[in-house]
């Protein structure tokens, strides 16, 4: 067992914060990374660094293949996830690529570090009556947001949009006259979503009823959603709101908005969209996370004819 130290005496990690803080500069100027994938990768390696420092390395340029080897071992016999060794082993790979460009580093020694294959959870869904229950769940009667909430629900559920990109959603970013909503995802990518006519009316709803006097309520710019005091939404607000009609509605499971992103699509390749239209839509950059869908629908077909086959 390494014997552990004070961290304020230990140079490696004084010189391994100011790199990563530089990395975190280049991640965001030259590589257009998103807020939480910055902030997931800080964390990633201030555990790295850490595991190096207790492992006794004194010197960052001295990091070779077997201290990653061994933070990975470490990682899987703490039980991490595998997703989450491989988004660490990712984070690691391109500081390493990033302290060559730096000088630090002649040679990457993260180079020869094969990435572990990742096991794709398949993501839960909900079914379409389980939706619609969620979708009329806020209620003027007992929510005084109700129509902003009954807005939320419904966008997140006509586009797939992730959270982060519903709460930066603009007002000026939805054309009610060709029912398409602008949208800023990772790395700053934008692109075009449709939208279903049922969400523009909630959106279009919401809008009228907002007070033109709100702080920052003026219905033609700014922050699409606002909170009370008329301040734009936060991500985890999202959260929290679909949790709140989550459980007035009693459905299982762990419902997020991210669950009707997946719902979303999911049910648009069970009706017959292609791939990569999905795919597009999604903001995905690689097919291949959008195929996962793919087997989300077919193990709920499996499910199906199990159930009401006569030889099921």
């Known amino acids: ?13 004084r010189e391994a914060a100011a790199h990563v803080a530089g990395f975190l500069d280049y991640l965001q100027a030259e590589c257009g990374l998103s807020c939480n994938t ?36 470490a990682d899987r016999e703490a039980g991490r996830a595998v997703a989450s060794v491989a988004r660490g ?34 993501p839960s ?10 979708l009329i769940a806020p209620t003027p009667e007992e929510d005084v947001h109700a129509l902003r ?13 992730r959270a982060g990109e519903l709460a930066t959603l603009r007002v000026e970013d939805v054309n009610f006259d060709l029912g398409i909503v602008r949208v800023l995802g990772k790395g700053s990518k934008e692109r075009i979503i449709p939208v279903a006519d049922a969400a523009l009316r909630a959106a ?12 920052g309520g003026d ?24 949790r709140k009609y989550v459980r007035r509605k009693a459905l299982r499971g762990n419902i ?23 795919q597009e839509m999604l903001g995905h950059a690689d097919i291949a996370t959008t195929q996962v869908y793919t087997h989300v629908d077919a193990d709920r077909l499996k499910a199906v004819h199990k159930r009401f086959h006569p030889r099921g």
């Open 256 to 278: 997020s908005p991210h669950t009707l992103r997946h719902c979303f699509a999911t049910q648009l390749l069970s009706h017959g969209a292609d791939l990569r239209s999905v």
């Open 149 to 161: 909430d009954r807005a939320i629900l419904a966008l997140l559920y006509a586009t797939g949009m």
């Open 89 to 122: 082993l990712a984070a690691v790979k391109m500081f390493c690529r990033y302290l060559v460009i730096q000088r630090v580093f002649r040679h990457d020694p993260s180079a020869s570090i094969e990435t572990p294959k990742k096991w794709h959870r398949l």
């Open 125 to 134: 869904v909900l079914g379409e009556e389980a939706v619609e229950e969620l």
């Open 1 to 13: 067992m390494v014997a552990s130290r004070n961290p304020s005496d230990s140079s490696l990690l």
């Open 38 to 73: 910055r902030q997931a990768y800080a964390l990633d390696l201030r555990r790295f660094t850490a595991w190096l420092d207790e492992a006794g390395l004194r010197r960052l340029e001295r990091l070779a293949p077997r201290h990653i080897e061994g933070f990975l071992r």
């Open 219 to 242: 219905k033609g710019t700014g922050p699409l959603l606002l909170s009370r005091r008329g301040r734009a939404l936060r991500r985890e607000d999202l959260f929290r709101i679909i």
């Open 204 to 215: 279009r709803n919401y809008l009228d009823q907002r007070k033109p006097e709100t702080p």
